[in-house]
């Protein structure tokens, strides 16, 4: 199955991510550094942080985690809704198929990280040098963790400075980790697809099942 990455921007050393549903900072280069990464790619989001956006991500296909059906659904007919993380996932696998990526990103809010955190293999970490500041939002992974004298779980493929600018508030440096030991999924894909290789036809056959199932319960595809 395509491999689950990730993307976060977050307060150093706080580990902060958001205050009151925004981002506390402007960075002109981060967004365009997260745009250049996850465009094409299938984007799993929760509720809140969709929100904080204010609509779908153009050249992505946005999957929104909420457990109540978003009445805003006939207003971006494009965005996918999962009632847990089983759909969010099946729905990101499907996408990546169809469109040939590898992999697709979690890009939050601090719930959604929580949750998929052991599943990423991949994660693009901004860490903002912007001192102490209030926040009620974090993301608090530490990729630089020993235990017990052994190796970190991750290891960094690259890392890069940026200075503060007059579109950047604070300088910041971007490090990509990678976990060791992948976390692999094995799905059949012949199960997934069946005859209909389109995002659009599957999300219409698995739409009438999610209503049939009990959408609190482990769908019996996971
Ligand atoms: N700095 C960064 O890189 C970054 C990135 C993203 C977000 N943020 C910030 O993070 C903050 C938002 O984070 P957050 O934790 O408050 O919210 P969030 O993770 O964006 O969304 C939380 C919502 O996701 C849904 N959800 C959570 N678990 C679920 C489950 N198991 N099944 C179905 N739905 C589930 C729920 O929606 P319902 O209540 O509708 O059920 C929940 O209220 C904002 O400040 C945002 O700006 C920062």
């Known amino acids: ?21 925004t981002l506390p ?7 365009q550094l997260f745009k250049k990464r996850t465009q094409g790619h299938a984007v799993i989001m929760g509720r809140k942080t969709f929100e904080s956006i204010g609509q779908p991500l153009p050249k992505r296909t946005n999957i929104i985690l909420s457990r109540a059906e978003p009445n805003y659904l006939t207003e971006f007919p494009e965005l996918r809704w999962a009632p847990n993380p089983e759909t969010a996932l099946l729905l990101a696998d499907i996408d990546s ?5 590898m992999e697709f990103f979690v ?6 990280y929580q949750i998929f955190e052991g599943r990423i293999n991949r994660i693009f970490v901004t860490d903002v040098f ?11 992974t530490d990729f630089d963790a020993k235990t017990k004298g052994k ?17 950047d508030d604070f300088p910041f440096r971007v490090t990509e980790y990678r976990r060791r030991v992948p976390f692999h999924r094995y799905r059949v894909k012949e199960e997934l ?3 209909e290789p389109t995002l659009d ?3 219409e056959q698995y739409q009438f099942r999610l209503e049939a199932e009990v959408s609190e319960e482990q769908l019996p595809l996971f």
């Open 130 to 140: 912007c001192g102490h500041i209030n926040g009620d939002a974090k993301f608090e």
């Open 97 to 101: 198929i169809i469109s040939g990526k």
């Open 25 to 31: 900072w402007h960075l002109r280069t981060d967004l």
């Open 151 to 167: 190796k970190s779980e991750w290891w960094i493929k690259s890392e890069e400075d940026f200075p503060r600018s007059d579109f």
């Open 107 to 112: 890009i939050g809010g601090d719930q959604i």
């Open 1 to 21: 199955m395509p491999s689950v990455a990730s993307i976060v921007a977050r307060s150093y050393p706080d580990k902060i991510i958001g205050i009151e549903n």
């Open 201 to 203: 036809a599957f999300w």
């Open 193 to 195: 697809m069946g005859r």
